[in-house]
C-alpha cells in the first residue's frame, strides 16, 4: 500500500508509512520537507504491539481548528477475522502543530473486531472514524461502524444517561501491583486486556472507589475498557 501524503500548513509533507519501517511494528509518521528530505520520523503506538496498520484509504485528516490527526489499527492483519485471534482496536493519534510531534494517542474498542478505513475532521473541531466491525473471526458478518468523537478525543454519545468518559480515570499509568477504579454516578463494568486482545480481568466498579490487584501479571501494554449495560464509556492503554 502506498504511502499516505497530507500537505501541512508549514509547506511539508506528511507521509503516514505501513510496518516496519525500522524495527519496530508501530505505525511511522514522517515528516518531509519541500525537496523531500526527511526532517522527523515519529512512531505512534508502542513497542510490542504486534500488529499497528494506518487506515486504509486516509490515515490523516485535518480538523477545523487545524489541528492534524492519524488513525490506525493497533492488532490488525489483512483478513485478521478468518486467520488470527487478535482484537484490532481503532486508533487516533493527535500531532502537535508544526512539529507533528504525537501529542496524545487513544485506544477504542477492545470488544469486537475493528477495521478503520480512514478519519475525516468535522466543523466542531473533532473526529469521525469510519470503518467495519466484526463480531467474531471465522466470519464475514461485518456491519459499518462510524464513531465521533470531541476534539479532546472522547467519544462522543447521545445516550443522556451515559456518565463522561473523561470522569473515569484508571491508573496510575505506568502500573505495577495494583490499578485504581474511581467512583462513578453509575456502576460500570471494567475489563482489562492483554495485547492479543485477550480478557484477562473483568470486575463491576463505580459504586464506590476500588483497587484492582494485578501484581501477578507481567510486564507488558495493555488495553482496558469500561462500559454501562454494554455501551463503552471509557478506553484506553496501560503498561506495567
Not at 153 to 173: C, K, L, M, R
Request: proline residues 8%; charged residues 15%; aromatic residues 12%.
Amino acid at each position: 500500500m502506498p504511502p499516505h501524503s497530507h500537505p501541512s500548513p508549514l509547506k511539508t509533507t506528511l507521509l503516514v508509512f505501513e510496518p516496519p519501517y525500522n524495527e519496530s511494528q508501530n505505525i511511522g509518521i514522517g515528516v518531509l520537507g519541500t525537496n523531500l528530505e526527511k526532517k522527523v520520523l515519529y512512531q505512534v503506538g508502542m513497542a510490542g504491539d504486534t500488529i499497528n496498520y494506518p487506515a486504509f484509504n486516509k490515515a490523516t485528516a485535518v480538523a477545523a481548528n487545524g489541528d492534524v490527526y492519524v488513525g490506525g489499527n493497533p492488532n490488525f492483519s489483512s483478513l485478521h477475522y478468518i486467520f488470527n485471534g487478535y482484537v484490532p482496536w481503532f486508533m487516533l493519534t493527535k500531532l502537535e502543530t508544526g512539529t507533528f510531534k504525537p501529542a496524545w494517542v487513544k485506544y477504542y474498542g477492545g470488544d469486537m473486531y475493528y477495521s478503520m478505513y480512514g478519519v475525516i475532521g468535522v466543523p466542531d473541531g473533532g473526529m469521525i472514524m469510519y470503518g467495519s466491525r466484526y463480531t467474531k473471526p471465522g466470519t464475514q458478518d461485518g456491519d459499518a461502524f462510524l464513531l465521533k468523537t470531541g476534539i479532546d478525543g472522547v467519544v462522543a454519545t447521545n445516550e443522556p444517561d451515559i456518565s463522561s468518559a473523561s470522569s473515569i480515570a484508571i491508573g496510575p499509568n505506568p502500573f505495577n501491583d495494583f490499578l485504581s477504579l474511581p467512583a462513578s454516578e453509575k456502576p460500570y463494568l471494567f475489563e482489562l486486556f492483554d495485547i492479543e486482545g485477550r480478557r484477562i480481568k473483568a470486575v463491576e466498579a463505580g459504586n464506590a472507589s476500588m483497587f484492582l490487584s494485578v501484581k501477578a501479571l507481567p510486564q507488558a501494554a495493555y488495553f482496558y475498557r469500561c462500559s454501562d449495560r454494554g455501551v463503552q464509556i471509557c478506553a484506553g492503554k496501560l503498561v506495567k
